[in-house]
């Protein structure tokens, strides 16, 4: 089965702009979560979607969104981008089952300039 | 407020050694807890998990242990290799039917010397 795959891996972008990170979860699972990580917060939860749906949400402000589509493939999107929004940001998708860990992408490096 | 803790940012182990990671948490509401392992610039790798129901579980040189009474869970990794050398993340969730979070610990930096 082919992993978790998250586009692009880097990007550069400047203050004010808005970004779209893309994830295509590992076949078959229907629920994508999305964290950021950076050096001095680690790693945080932004939000989870299941069969389109938003379920849970984490602590960031609106200018982080998220949305899913029908193949469970998954973007985020950060409008009016900030300096402190340069971090990795992750993608991982869970199995049907209840007790199932998640799996992580390799993660697409964000700097704001 | 850190719901989960890793109190040591880096391990230094000689190989062949044991190496033992802590974690602690404080929400009362978490039954599953993992760990990863994560190197630069990738995605965390899942190690092992271990639910609420047990205090133990194994997997290869890896064991996890969980103390729920003190709110404590450990990582041993016998024997360490230097190919464990890296960030080592555990994480919580409380399942529940609106879905699954991870919260994470800040990680901790294992160094295996060969």
């Known amino acids: 089965k082919a992993g978790v795959t998250q586009t692009p891996r880097y990007l550069i972008k400047t203050r004010g702009q808005q970004v779209t990170l893309s994830c295509s979860p590992i076949?078959?699972?229907?629920?994508v979560s999305w964290y950021q990580q950076t050096p001095g917060q680690g790693l945080q939860f932004l939000f989870e979607?299941?069969?389109?749906?938003?379920?849970n949400k984490g602590n960031f402000p609106g200018r982080f969104s998220g949305r899913q589509f029908s193949n469970s493939r998954s973007e985020m999107n950060v409008s009016t981008l900030e300096l402190g929004d340069s971090a990795l940001y992750l993608c991982?998708?869970?199995?049907?089952?209840?007790?199932?860990?998640?799996?992580f992408g390799p993660g697409t490096r964000l700097t704001v300039l | 407020d850190q719901q989960v803790k890793q109190n040591s940012p880096s391990l230094s182990v000689q190989e062949g050694r044991i190496s033992i990671l802590n974690c602690d948490y404080t929400?009362?509401?978490?039954?599953?807890f993992l760990w990863y392992k994560k190197y630069p610039a990738e995605g965390p790798t899942f190690l092992i998990s271990?639910?609420?129901?047990?205090d133990k579980n194994e997997d290869g040189r890896f064991t996890v242990f969980l103390n729920k009474s003190a709110k404590h869970l450990s990582l041993h990794i016998v024997p360490s290799q230097p190919g464990d050398s890296a960030v080592y993340f555990c994480?919580?969730?409380?399942?529940?039917?609106?879905?699954?979070?991870?919260?994470f610990g800040g990680g901790t930096r294992l160094m295996v010397k060969p």
């Open positions: 991982a998708s869970l199995g049907q089952g209840v007790y199932n860990e998640q799996f």
């Open positions: 076949s078959g699972h229907r629920s």
């Open positions: 979607y299941f069969s389109e749906t938003q379920r």
């Open positions: 929400n009362s509401m978490f039954d599953y």
């Open positions: 271990i639910s609420s129901i047990k």
């Open positions: 994480a919580a969730s409380a399942i529940n039917n609106a879905g699954n979070m991870l919260t």
